[in-house]
């Protein structure tokens, strides 16, 4: 079992490559594209093209997990929803990131930025602002507003964006997604939906000529689970499941 499964309902674990030039669109080249992923991964059986013109290549969700690839106009993406291992999620970002230079023409100068992504969803029924507020705690410069009489918390989603080396070309980031209005705040009726944590680590810019994109993303993964240890898993994760339980 990989090591964040228990920390929220559903984990996920997701790889997004931007390029600076739009990415073929042709038939032949879609379709053989797609051909090879799901010659490696002959569960991912649904095709399909978004009304946006995104296409999309994914699993039927089996024992709570799912594979997708979609092809943007300017971006790849690769997910695993609840994989097995970490191990696992980055075989399969691996695959792509091997197909793409000779199948849809990539190159390492075209990347624009590459993106390692880690996501926690939490089901909740009831306002997800405040259950954050409550979870991670308001600054101390803004405690004065959360004690305003009567008031109630209707927007509250922290993201912070880091640097990590001075040429500032690799990233981290962690943001926190809900889903509560003010519609239901007032009338004090909540559906059951998720609140969202995602923490990414990326890099921008081209790649050197020493280096590849499989060897990137697993230099992001690395530093990305040496990150989620120091800041994200006892800091943001267990505050908001445990607040979830409390209630």
Same mark, same amino acid.
């Given at each position: 079992m990989q090591p964040y499964s228990t920390l929220a309902d559903d984990f996920y674990c997701n790889m997004h490559l931007n390029t600076e030039m739009a990415l073929p669109a042709d038939r032949? %080249?879609?379709?053989?594209?797609?051909?090879?992923?799901?010659? %490696? #991964?002959?569960? &991912? +059986?649904?095709?399909? %093209?978004?009304?946006?013109?995104?296409?999309?290549?994914?699993?039927d969700k089996e024992d709570g997990s799912?594979? /997708?690839?979609?092809?943007? !106009? +300017?971006r790849i993406c690769r997910g695993f929803l609840n994989p097995p291992s970490i191990d696992?999620?980055?075989?399969?970002?691996?695959l792509v990131l091997d197909l793409i230079p000779f199948m849809l023409s990539v190159s390492k100068l075209d990347c624009e930025a590459l993106d390692y992504v880690y996501g926690f969803d939490y089901l909740y029924? *009831?306002?997800?602002?405040? $259950?954050?507020?409550?979870?991670? *705690?308001?600054?101390?410069?803004l405690a004065s507003f959360a004690k305003i009489p009567g008031a109630q918390v209707i927007n509250f989603e922290p993201v912070v964006t880091l640097a $990590?080396?001075?040429?500032? +070309?690799?990233?981290?980031? /962690?943001?926190?997604?809900?889903? %509560?209005? =003010? #519609?239901?705040?007032?009338?004090?009726?909540?559906?059951?939906?998720n609140v969202t944590v995602?923490?990414?680590?990326?890099? #921008? *810019?081209?790649? *050197?000529?020493d280096s590849t994109f499989e060897d990137t993303v697993r230099a992001l993964r690395v530093m990305s689970d040496e990150l &989620?240890?120091?800041?994200? &898993?006892?800091?943001?994760?267990? !505050?908001? +499941?445990?607040?979830?339980? =409390?209630r």
């Open positions: 032949e %080249t879609i379709l053989s594209f797609f051909e090879r992923v799901q010659k %490696t #991964y002959p569960s &991912m +059986r649904n095709f399909f %093209t978004r009304e946006n013109g995104d296409f999309v290549l994914e699993q799912k594979r /997708w690839v979609s092809l943007e !106009p +300017r696992e999620a980055i075989g399969q970002h691996e029924r *009831g306002n997800h602002d405040q $259950l954050v507020a409550d979870a991670l *705690g308001v600054p101390t410069s $990590l080396e001075e040429s500032c +070309r690799r990233h981290a980031r /962690w943001q926190v997604e809900t889903r %509560t209005n =003010a #519609y239901q705040v007032r009338r004090q009726e909540f559906p059951e939906e995602c923490f990414t680590v990326r890099q #921008y *810019g081209s790649l *050197g000529p &989620m240890e120091q800041c994200v &898993m006892e800091q943001i994760l267990q !505050p908001i +499941r445990e607040t979830i339980a =409390a």
